[in-house]
């Protein structure tokens, strides 16, 4: 029962809160709020993953920026006013686990396949993160094909966004904030806390965008990758807990008006150094990734001219605007229940 009621708390709606929210996580009974890789690290790749496109699209992505960067923190808001948006940004594969130790055997790679073996129902309710950015590539595909420079924005961004949650480890398992091993508040920890502490020291010089003839493979190899991280990712925290002591764990920072609890710089320092630059490793993937997909797509949509494009200014569209309200909307609420 313990394990159903924590899958019907994370389905319905805590999964995708997981993110920015990190200063509320270690106060709040119920698990956090926040987003993936915090809004700070999804707008740093995707503005990092425009400098690896070759001279026939950044010039374009250049112009646009302002609108991927912003927007890449829309699928995360969206999930407010969209019921299905949720599943679409993680994956539990330890839900699959078996007796073989070959995670390529865990879930089929194809989503026909899978739904086939788990039920579509199943696979919603564990998470669709890398059959999504399949059809994201695809819609993206697309939109170059009818040089439709509204979507290509719109798939460019929000594909950035959920290639990044893949090279999170923690978006690939039902422990994905440590609720089963009393570690709550782990998944703000790594991918929102340690960044912003960290960013400044970490480097992007990643290469330039590859040409990927398969991506749904690629994004499973990251997948597995993340996946594999885990045990570190657990038990490294606790590690860190122990070298400097729970009383030195958190520590109370003030931020506008509020007063809040956050994990201590030093503690998160002592987390960070102790797995050995894997935040960064990750980080510098993911902008890669989403700069090869970018560009993966643009060569599977036919290579247009992007510097042909005229981009007027994009107006936000419905679904944009209630996401956001109602993004900002949860925010409040969420201050004001800790004013009590
Ligand atoms: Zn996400």
């Given at each position: ?35 993936s ?67 390529k ?43 439709d ?21 923690l ?66 925290e ?24 956050n ?78």
């Amino acid at each position: 029962m313990l394990y159903q009621s924590l899958r019907e708390i994370s389905f319905t709606s805590t999964k995708i809160w997981i993110c920015s929210l990190v200063f509320f996580t270690s106060t709040s009974r119920t698990p956090p709020k926040t987003n993936s890789w915090g809004f700070f690290g999804h707008k740093k790749i995707n503005e990092l993953a425009i400098y690896t496109l070759p001279s026939e699209m950044i010039g374009f992505y250049k112009r646009n920026r302002d609108f991927l960067i912003e927007n890449s923190v829309l699928p995360d808001k969206r999930r407010y006013i969209i019921k299905t948006e949720g599943p679409k940004h993680f994956i539990d594969l330890d839900h699959y686990e078996n007796d073989t130790t070959d995670l390529k055997n865990w879930v089929p790679i194809y989503w026909s396949k899978a739904k086939e073996k788990y039920s579509q129902d199943t696979l919603m309710e564990y998470g669709i993160l890398p059959w999504n950015i399949q059809w994201m590539i695809r819609k993206l595909e697309k939109a170059f094909l009818n040089k439709d420079i509204k979507l290509i924005l719109k798939y460019s961004s929000e594909l950035g966004h959920y290639v990044s949650d893949a090279h999170v480890p923690l978006h690939t398992t039902e422990n994905y904030n440590g609720q089963l091993t009393n570690q709550n508040g782990i998944h703000g920890l790594w991918e929102s806390r340690l960044v912003e502490l960290q960013f400044e020291n970490y480097e992007f010089f990643v290469g330039k965008a590859i040409y990927h003839e398969d991506p749904l493979r690629s994004i499973w190899k990251v997948i597995y990758e993340s996946h594999q991280y885990l045990p570190q990712v657990f038990e490294l925290e606790m590690l860190a807990t122990d070298s400097i002591g729970n009383e030195n764990k958190f520590s109370i920072e003030r931020r506008g008006e509020a007063i809040q609890k956050n994990y201590s710089s030093q503690f998160s320092n002592v987390y960070h150094d102790l797995m050995d630059d894997m935040v960064q490793k990750r980080m510098r993937k993911s902008v890669l990734l989403v700069g090869s997909l970018w560009f993966t797509a643009w060569v599977n949509g036919g290579q247009p001219n992007l510097d042909s494009l005229i981009v007027d200014k994009i107006l936000m569209n419905r679904e944009t605007k209630d996401s956001i309200r109602a993004y900002q909307n949860e925010i409040l609420k969420l201050n004001r229940s800790h004013e009590h």
